[in-house]
Every structure is written in C-alpha cells, then in structure tokens.
C-alpha cells in the first residue's frame, strides 16, 4: 500500500524523534532533508560545503538548491511508503514537491518557542543515524554514545540557542504558508504539545487510519 507524508514542525520541535518513532511502528522509508546535509557536510562534498555557508549563518538552504537535492534523493527510495523529514520549508518547496508528488497526509507539530530553546541546550544526535537524544529526556544510556552503535553522539552546530532562535524568526515567516498550502489541499493534521510524549499516541493514531493493516510496535 503506498503511503507518502511530510512531518512539519519548527526547528527542534521533535521531528526527529516522532519520526523515528513513525518509522519503527509502521515500517515507512524515513528521509530526513537536515540530516542527509549534515552527513554531507561532514563528508565535506560539493553539496555539503555550499549547505554549510547557510546554516552556519542560521539561514535556510536557497528553494533551488534543496528541491534538486530533495528531488535526487527521492528518486533514491524504492519503497511507496516514506515520511519527508525537514522538507519543504517554504512555499516554493511545497508547490515544487507537489508538482513531483502527491502526498497522503502532512503531520505539523506545534511546540511553544519557549519550550524549543530551552530543548536545544541539551540535544545530542548521531549523525549517520539521524538518531535524536535529549539529556533532559530521552538519554543515551551511555552519555555521549549512540544507543544502537556506541559511536559518538555530536550537538550540531545550529543548535546553539542564538542560531536556534533565529531560525525560529524565519520558520514563523517562510513556513506558516506552507501549512495553509497543505491546509488548503485537505490533508494537514496539527498535534500540539510540550513533549515527544504528548504529541506521539496523536500522530500513531492518524497514521493508523491510512494503515490499518500495518503491525504496530509498542512506542
């Protein structure tokens, strides 16, 4: 059964984590935008160092640059049923993917600003995963090292709370018209919350409705 989503939701809001735990309940093929460039920039490739002069800056990758990356990476997943991760963050984006790609539903997170900043100071990833941990909750067993892999865990370098604030200035403004882009197709599902906790039996149940058939973990 082909299922195709996008998780929206404000720098830090808990993408990461609710994704992953889409992924382990139902199975679906997870491309997350952000991390397959940080994994570039780390890799220090072509795609990798034009990405890096943005984010350093706290500002969003240029619409033409990450609808051909998105586009590319796409083309690289063999599965009907994924969830797109950090994409798209504008307008441009939204209607470009939707040229590509119809999408089933869209899963916008709504998480206070105050909550946000206060998360980054204590957020750790690991970057070939895109495994997401928080020493105020959801800790790595061992600190500092991947649960799965035992490998290092890193604080990504936008998510130092002057950058993080800054990126949330310009989600409120080039993002709100992509939620009243997906609002307007019919397929936009809002979960509001403080926690990963509080949002996710929300989002299991609405993926569930489009599943019904998919085995679910206990998450």
């Known amino acids: 059964m082909a299922f195709r989503a996008v998780i929206l939701g404000a720098p830090a809001s808990g993408k990461g ?5 889409i992924v382990k309940a139902f199975g679906l093929e997870h491309l997350a935008s952000g991390d397959k460039l940080r994994v570039n920039i780390a890799q220090n490739t072509p795609i990798g160092k034009e990405a890096k002069t943005y984010i350093e800056k706290g500002l969003l990758v240029p619409d033409d640059f ?3 990356f998105i586009a ?3 083309k690289q997943i063999r599965s009907s049923t994924w969830l ?3 994409f798209p963050r504008t307008i441009g984006q ?3 993917l939707w040229e590509v790609q119809k999408l089933d539903v869209v899963l916008n997170l709504v998480v206070p600003f105050d909550v946000i900043i206060d998360r980054v100071k204590g957020r750790w990833v690991h970057l070939p995963s895109g495994r997401v941990y928080n020493n105020n909750f959801n800790a790595p067993v061992v600190p500092g090292k991947d649960d799965v892999t ?5 604080q990504r370098e936008d998510d130092n709370p ?3 604030l800054k990126r949330l200035e310009q989600y409120e403004k080039l993002t709100r018209p992509v939620v009243e882009f997906y609002k307007d197709k019919g397929i936009l599902n809002e979960f509001e919350g403080r926690t990963s906790d509080e949002i996710w039996p929300k989002v299991k149940s609405i993926i569930s409705n489009f599943l019904p ?4 973990g206990k998450l």
């Open 72 to 74: 590319n990476e796409l």
């Open 66 to 68: 990450m609808v051909k």
């Open 84 to 86: 797109l991760d950090g």
């Open 213 to 216: 058939g998919q085995k679910i």
């Open 94 to 96: 939204a209607k470009a």
């Open 150 to 154: 035992g490998e290092d865990l890193v």
């Open 162 to 164: 002057t950058v993080v």
């Open 17 to 21: 984590t609710i994704s992953s735990r």
